[in-house]
Structures are given as C-alpha cells and as structure tokens.
C-alpha cells in the first residue's frame, strides 16, 4: 500500500498513463521545442542585429558564404551538445539511476535555457545552444531506456507513437510561438522569450519524478529487489508474490546474470553479431536525419522566404508546414504494427526521394505557379516522414540490440543521430547559399539509396519478440543473410521463446528448438 501512495496511489494502466502523460510527453516536446527553437528567429531583425556575425539575411554580399557557414556552426553546436550528453549516459545512468538521470539532464536545461535566452554576445549564446544541447541528449537517451525498462515488448509501438507525436508537437508550438512573438514587439523580446519558453516542461517534469517508479530492472541491478518487485506489482496491478510478478524477477535476475557485454564485442562479428546490429541501428538513425528533415526544420522560414515568401507568409507557411507533420504523425498509430518497420522505412524514403527531387527542381523558379509546386511538395515531404523515420528508428534501435549490450548500442545510434543533425545543420546554410536549390538532389539521392539499403538489409522485427530477434542474428553468416532469414523463420510464442532461451548456448540440431517440450 505504501507502494501505492508514492505512485499517487496509481496502478496498473493508470500509472502507465501518467508516466506517458507526465514525464515522456512533455520531456520529449522539450526535445522538439529546442529542435525547432531556431527556426523562426534566425530571420528576425531584433536577432541578427543582436547578432550580426550571423546575418545572412541583410549581411555583406560579399561575406554572405563566410557568415552562412558561421551560422551553421552556431545553429549545429547544439547537436554537437547532444551526442556528448546522449553517450554520456552510458557511464553514469547505470550508477545513479534512470529517474535521476532524466532530472540531471531537466536542470541542465533550465540553466541552459537561461543561458541562451539572456545572451547579448555570440559566445554566451553558443555557450547557452552547447549547454541545452547536452540537457537534450541525456533527456533524449534516458528517457526511452526508462519506459523500456518499466515496460512491456506489447507496448513498444505505443510508446514510440508517443514520442513522435510529443517531437513534431514541440517543434509545431515552437513554431506558433515565435510565429506570436514576431508580431509582439520589435525588440529582442521576440526572440528571447520563445526560447526560453521551454523551461515550463522541465519545471512540470522535475517534481512530477518524485512520484515515478524507478526502473525495475535497475532497481534489481543495484540488489533491491523487494522495491524492484512493488513496482513490478504497481505497473502490472497484480500482488507482490503473485505468480507473474515471480516469474518477471527471475528474467530479470537471469538476464541481469548474462549481462556482460564490452565494447570490444561491438566491432566484432561473433555469433550474436554485435557489429552487424550495431551498424543497422545506426544506420537506421543516420537515415532519420540525413534524409533532410533538419534543413527544413532548423531554416523554415529562411526556406520559404528564398521561395520568394516573404514576413508573415513565410511563418504562416513554417507553422503550418510543422503543425501538419504533427498531424501526419498520427498515422503509424494505425500501421506500425499492421504493415511493419520495413514497409514504412521503404515507403517512407521512397516518397521523400521524389519530394526533395521536385523542390530541387522547382524552387529556384521565379514562377509563383511553379513555387506553389515547390511548397506543396515541402507538404507532402513532411507527410512521408514522420510514417517511417520521426520514430520508428529509435524503435528498431532498439529492437535489434541484444540485451547486454542495448544500452550501449542504442547510446550509439541515438548520438549517431545527433551527429548527423549536426553536419545537416552545419552544411545547410553554405550549402544553400552556393548551390541554390540543387542542394536539396543531394537528400533526394539519400532517400533513394535508403530503399534498396532497407530491403536488402534491415530485417523485419515487427510481431517478433527479442528472444527471437537474437536467434535470427545468431543463424546468420553475412550482413545479407539477416532479412532471408527472419523471412524464412516462423514466428513463435511466449512458451517457445523460453525453449529457444533454454537453448541458446547449446549445441542442438536446426530444428529442435521447435520441437514440443514434454510436460
């Protein structure tokens, strides 16, 4: 009962709803706010007066290349921040606590939030974008870790639809924001209080933590497993010694017992092939950035104003473009599980490929017809991608690293997706400016390479549980065995995922794990 009461006195779903509600919700539209934040302001009188070594704007035409890849480091640090904060995790979430890291990383932002919204110099606001980039790498890392740890596989999809939402959500409200604040003064209000707008989330989550359960999994990590089994019987809703609540501790003692991973196993192909499944979950979050989405959303509005939109239509046009990615998030609600991970990727890519081809080739007309074109197919991009990349790659991260060495590699992949921000974010500006819109064939030519990269390399996991996940990697002898493998293996139940654990380390013949156990 005392359980109960530090968790609000809530079980079960309820609880589960209040973890989504209260910590990842508005911890990851913290993380979209901050992704989006600089969109809108780069362009504002008030911002490059403040600072004007970043005025590409109304800056000298003959510095314009200089000044643009000046704004590009600036704009790019905070990514820089990300994957430092993001592998950080791997060193202290395991000895302080996944709760404990998620607060670290909210303080972190508040600091750093003041930082940046105060600045009256390049240094203290690169300072400031360097500092609230760290704060989202940790809270990006830990907070996934701790709802896959209170969680089950059943809930992986909801979760990550969850997140998804709560990114292009914070993106869209930083957008509407800076949109209000351009009309509310010509001061440096209009851009100072949108970015620290923010804070709100940090200061709702840091106190709602006190009343979170810790992960379970941690908790008997550390040797505390009656804590480890009241939060275990609080999320489930069942009784401390009821058989299940029984049962889960032991997975998790015997799966504590077989984590001993190192780093070294992550460069080798052994027979759990930990190089092959560390390289695809990377390669899954390098796609989810370079395939372009961060050239619109960090320079919305200096996109639509080269399209020839200038002020309030081009914010009309950045806001609006973000509060339609939002909605289009909704949509692997209904197909994440229906068609599965390979099939959205492919489709996914494949419509972007075509997206970014068409604006490459439409948007530098001085036509209006023409750039209509040009802005209906920026739409149409942000409808493909939240359906396989917004979050699906955090997900197949996931999915695809074995236990002991999940925490690790997903760390990897996710500041593999940091870093790839990063150079989008770097090379945008110059890129733009020198190359006019044929910059944009480049993510045409990525989002293409992706389908035949996915298709031929990147295994379903859709309806299989991890157990079996380890086993299609086990069987396979090359990075292309890997998908006509998880083709060809039928799909098994809870009682034969247990055999094939019981197995695992065993010599037996292909077939026996299959076999009915007698009673």
């Not at 799966?255 to 092939?273: A, D, I, M, Y």
Request: proline share 4%; with cysteine; aromatic share 12%.
């Amino acid at each position: 009962m005392g359980v109960s009461r530090k968790f609000m006195g809530l079980r079960g779903s309820r609880l589960k709803a209040a973890m989504l509600c209260l910590v990842v919700a508005p911890s990851f539209l913290l993380f979209g706010y901050n992704n989006g934040s600089t969109g809108g302001i780069l362009t504002l009188d008030s911002f490059v007066t403040q600072f004007p070594q970043i005025n590409t704007v109304s800056g000298p035409v003959s510095q314009r290349a200089h000044i643009a890849t000046i704004e590009g480091v600036v704009t790019g640090v905070y990514d820089l921040g990300a994957v430092v904060g993001s592998l950080a995790c791997i060193f202290y979430s395991d000895k302080i606590g996944r709760l404990r890291t998620i607060m670290l990383g909210l303080i972190m932002a508040i600091v750093a939030l003041a930082i940046e919204s105060s600045a009256y110099s390049l240094a203290q606001f690169i300072v400031g974008r360097v500092l609230i980039g760290i704060a989202i790498g940790t809270v990006s890392a830990s907070v996934p870790v701790w709802q896959t740890e209170c969680s089950t596989s059943a809930h992986r999809g909801a979760f990550v639809i969850v997140e998804g939402l709560a990114i292009s959500s914070g993106i869209t409200l930083s957008e509407w924001i800076e949109f209000g604040f351009f009309f509310a003064s010509t001061t440096s209000v209009n851009w100072r209080v949108p970015l620290v707008f923010p804070v709100v989330f940090a200061l709702f989550v840091l106190p709602m933590l006190k009343f979170m359960p810790e992960s379970p999994r941690w908790l008997a990590r550390k040797g505390r497993l009656d804590e480890a089994r009241q939060v275990l019987a609080a999320l489930e809703d069942l009784d401390e010694h009821s058989d299940h609540i029984n049962k889960e501790i032991a997975e998790i003692q015997l799966s504590l017992s077989e984590v001993q991973g190192s780093f070294k196993e992550l460069v080798t192909n052994g027979k759990e092939r930990m190089l092959n499944r560390t390289l695809l979950a990377m390669c899954g979050q390098m796609f989810q950035q370079m395939c372009g989405i961060s050239a619109l959303v960090f320079y919305t509005s200096t996109v639509f104003t080269d399209l020839g939109f200038k002020g309030t239509n081009a914010r009309v046009l950045s806001a609006c473009l973000t509060t339609f990615q939002t909605c289009s998030s909704i949509i692997p609600i209904f197909t994440i599980d229906r068609f599965g991970r390979r099939k959205l990727f492919i489709f996914s890519a494949a419509g972007m490929a075509v997206c970014m081809a068409v604006v490459a080739g439409t948007a530098s007309s001085k036509n209006s017809g023409v750039a209509g074109v040009a802005v209906a197919f920026i739409y149409l991009y942000d409808f493909f991608y939240p359906i396989g990349f917004l979050g699906l790659t955090f997900l197949f991260a996931t999915e695809v690293a074995p236990l002991k060495q999940r925490v690790r590699i997903t760390a990897i992949a996710n500041a593999t997706q940091w870093l790839c921000q990063f150079v989008v974010a770097q090379v945008t500006p110059p890129g733009t400016t020198n190359l006019g819109t044929k910059y944009y064939i480049i993510y045409a030519i990525i989002n293409a390479a992706a389908v035949p990269i996915v298709y031929f390399f990147f295994p379903e996991t859709s309806g299989r549980s991890l157990e079996e996940m380890d086993h299609i990697f086990e069987q396979s002898r090359s990075f292309l065995d890997v998908v006509s493998i998880s083709k060809s293996l039928p799909r098994i139940g809870p009682h034969e995922a247990d055999v094939v654990n019981h197995f695992a380390d065993k010599e037996y013949p292909s077939e026996e794990w299959r076999r009915p156990v007698q009673a």
